[in-house]
């Protein structure tokens, strides 16, 4: 059994890696058109958020279930398997590990670069309104906290072992779609730690309202229709 320390820690590393690595690699696609050489694109900016997390949870999901996502963590809040107190601190850890990986890539990525994408802080596109964001938020984050608990929370499921492989293809997929539209955040944490270093606020809400409603939403479903014989401990 793990502390709450150690659990604390391990959510924070996780979104570290998550927002370093998905930002990073939005930097790096604008770096490399600024100088000629193409970019990822947004393949290559769906997979590195996906095996960020795809990586990460498998690495060290064992220690705190791997939520790196607020989202992630009130499906577990509103289904009982993790407590009112608890849910707070892991949201803390996975905000102030999205705002030292912001801060570290501001301190490494030239300024031009990272000032041209907004520092990867989610937006939404010219034609998409609040509504039109926050529901595709609310839909993917559904698919994503639907996966997590499919995998990582389901005893019987197939792929338990191996849940990071599920939850990152998830995203992954999710990034693809959505990217263009609203930036494909299905994470607050993935908005705020951007957004509170470079003062990108615009829009901010829909990156929280969305996220959190299909998380309760995916959370509330699975654990009713599919865990009945699994009762939170």
Same mark, same amino acid.
């Given at each position: 059994?793990?502390?709450?320390?150690? #659990?604390?820690?391990?959510? +924070?590393?996780?979104?570290?890696?998550?927002?370093?690595?998905?930002?990073?690699?939005?930097?790096?696609?604008?770096?490399?058109?600024?100088?000629?050489?193409? &970019?990822?694109?947004?393949?290559?900016?769906?997979?590195?958020?996906?095996?960020?997390?795809?990586?990460?949870?498998?690495?060290?999901?064992?220690?705190?279930?791997?939520?790196?996502?607020?989202?992630?963590?009130?499906?577990?809040?509103?289904? /009982?398997?993790?407590?009112?107190?608890?849910?707070?601190?892991?949201?803390? $850890?996975q905000l102030l590990?999205?705002?030292?990986?912001?801060?570290?890539?501001?301190?490494?990525?030239?300024?031009?670069?990272?000032?041209?994408?907004?520092?990867?802080?989610? $937006?939404?596109?010219?034609?998409?309104?609040?509504?039109?964001?926050?529901?595709?938020?609310?839909?993917?984050?559904? +698919?994503?906290?639907?996966?997590?608990?499919?995998?990582?929370?389901?005893? #019987?499921?197939?792929?338990? /072992?191996? $849940?990071?492989? &599920?939850?990152?293809?998830?995203?992954?997929?999710?990034?693809?779609?959505?990217?263009?539209?609203?930036?494909?955040?299905?994470?607050?944490?993935r908005a705020f730690?951007?957004?509170?270093?470079?003062?990108?606020?615009?829009?901010?809400?829909?990156?929280?309202?969305?996220?959190?409603? &299909? &998380?309760?939403?995916?959370?509330?479903?699975?654990?009713?229709?599919?865990?009945?014989?699994q009762p939170a401990?």
């Open positions: 059994m793990y502390s709450l320390t150690q #659990k604390l820690l391990a959510e +924070f590393i996780g979104t570290f890696t998550l927002i370093f690595i998905g930002v990073g690699s939005i930097c790096a696609d604008q770096y490399l058109h600024n100088s000629g050489q193409g &970019g990822v694109g947004l393949l290559g900016i769906a997979v590195a958020h996906g095996l960020a997390i795809g990586i990460m949870v498998t690495a060290i999901g064992h220690v705190s279930g791997g939520h790196f996502n607020p989202a992630v963590t009130i499906g577990f809040w509103v289904t /009982k398997r993790l407590g009112t107190l608890e849910t707070l601190f892991y949201w803390i $850890a590990g999205a705002c030292a990986a912001a801060y570290l890539l501001i301190a490494i990525v030239p300024d031009t670069v990272w000032r041209a994408v907004g520092l990867g802080t989610p $937006a939404l596109a010219s034609d998409f309104t609040r509504l039109h964001g926050m529901l595709l938020e609310f839909v993917m984050t559904f +698919f994503l906290v639907f996966v997590v608990f499919a995998t990582a929370v389901d005893a #019987k499921g197939a792929f338990n /072992k191996v $849940a990071g492989f &599920g939850i990152g293809l998830t995203i992954t997929m999710d990034i693809l779609f959505g990217g263009p539209f609203t930036g494909a955040a299905m994470n607050p944490a730690g951007p957004a509170f270093v470079g003062h990108y606020w615009t829009n901010h809400g829909v990156y929280w309202v969305g996220p959190l409603l &299909g &998380g309760v939403l995916a959370g509330v479903i699975y654990d009713r229709i599919f865990l009945r014989d401990a």
